[in-house]
């Protein structure tokens, strides 16, 4: 099956300070969606991006589809952005399930 | 905004025991959903919903897990007989269409099974 990779595992930024989140996957996909999870466990739906490019407020994503990777950015990050956030692909063989990748874990101190 | 609501938002059952959980999906939502995350671990598929009957399922879904659409608004997960692998925070889901758009996912039940 397809395989969803992220990177880095674990990030820990000062407030104030950008990041790059990155997602690999191994196959076409259908569907990717990036996810926050906040400290809570809540799972909060970022973005719906197969491709292209999108942005809300200090988040933005791009997914590069023929390159197989997509990339989140977060500008002056907050405290409140800490949690972890996944990346989950929809393969091409199905049209009900999303596959997660094992997220990147961040925390942003004051 | 509306949001899918799940309960009980913790559950402790003891092995062997029969547990429920049960969703609220958003109200014109058609594809309902349940994953799960065991503990520090990656969210997991479990089923996919749709016109009363499962269009999809994974390898974790054996036979001693059901779903159900009871009534119009409810959905739930039915665990026959806990073990203590399945101690983890389930999520469920729903998406207005097929999964080709976003998905929206419940605050999840976190079970314990001693």
């Known amino acids: 099956g397809i395989q969803v990779e992220q990177s880095p595992p674990d990030l820990i930024l000062q407030e104030g300070a950008n990041s790059t989140l990155r997602c690999n996957f191994s196959?076409?996909?259908?569907?990717l969606q990036w996810f926050h999870q906040n400290p809570w466990g809540q799972l909060i739906n970022l973005f719906y991006?197969?491709?292209g490019t999108k942005q809300n407020g200090r988040l933005s994503a791009t997914t590069v589809a023929t390159e197989r990777y997509s990339l989140l950015y977060i500008s002056s990050s907050q405290t409140t952005d800490s949690g972890v956030y996944f990346c989950?692909?929809?393969?091409?063989?199905?049209?009900?399930?999303?596959?997660f990748g094992s997220g990147t874990r961040l925390l942003v101190r004051p | 905004e509306p949001e899918v609501t799940q309960t009980p938002s913790h559950q402790v059952t003891q092995m062997g025991q029969e547990v429920i959980l049960r969703c609220v999906p958003i109200?014109?939502?058609?594809?309902f959903y349940w994953y799960r995350q065991i503990l520090g671990q990656k969210v997991e598929f479990l089923v996919s919903?749709?016109?009363?009957?499962?269009?999809?399922k994974s390898e974790i879904f054996d036979d001693q897990f059901s779903v159900e659409r009871p009534d119009g608004s409810n959905f739930t997960l039915k665990i026959r007989s806990t073990k203590l692998e399945d101690s983890a925070m389930y999520f469920c889901?729903?998406?207005?269409?097929?999964?080709?758009?976003?998905?929206?996912f419940g605050s999840g039940t976190q079970l314990s099974v001693l």
């Open positions: 989950a692909v929809e393969g091409m063989d199905s049209s009900y399930k999303l596959i």
């Open positions: 991006i197969p491709s």
């Open positions: 196959d076409s996909v259908n569907n």
């Open positions: 919903f749709y016109n009363n009957e499962i269009s999809e």
């Open positions: 889901a729903s998406s207005e269409r097929a999964m080709r758009e976003k998905l929206f």
């Open positions: 109200s014109n939502h058609l594809y």
